[in-house]
């Protein structure tokens, strides 16, 4: 059973950077596609931005686009999140998770694993 721990989040005013990780432990994600969701309070949980197992290729939000960068090093077993230019509309809890499959999706119902989330505030 993988175990994801994500970190990393704070609380930053607009403009600035946060650098999230994601931890797998008790399996390896190597040949997982790994994900990034987050929640808003009142809002439902939203797909930011996908990596095929190999980090070949990537998919994003629209509304991400050109300021988040995914990335994983499965040598560590970790993925990350890159987010820079920070909006005060990116403020949500940051989910981590891991596809039983290659490739991913934007469907939250693809992905078996799911961390607890590190919450991330953008402040004006």
């Known amino acids: 059973q993988v175990q994801l721990v994500e970190s990393g989040g704070g609380l930053v005013q607009t403009g600035d950077s946060l650098r999230l990780s994601c931890t797998a432990s008790?399996?390896?994600?190597?040949?997982?596609?790994m994900a990034w969701f987050r929640q808003a309070p009142g809002k439902e949980r939203e797909f930011v931005a996908s990596i095929f197992w190999s980090g070949s290729s990537t998919e994003y939000a629209d509304s991400v686009k050109g300021r988040f960068t995914i990335s994983r090093n499965n040598a560590k077993n970790m993925a990350y999140l890159q987010m820079d230019n920070l909006e005060v509309e990116d403020t949500a809890r940051y989910y981590c998770?891991?596809?039983?499959?290659?490739?991913?999706?934007?469907?939250?119902?693809?992905?078996?694993?799911w961390g607890q989330g590190t919450q991330v505030t953008v402040s004006s």
């Open positions: 008790g399996g390896t994600i190597s040949y997982s596609a």
């Open positions: 998770a891991a596809d039983t499959g290659l490739y991913g999706s934007r469907q939250s119902q693809s992905y078996a694993y």
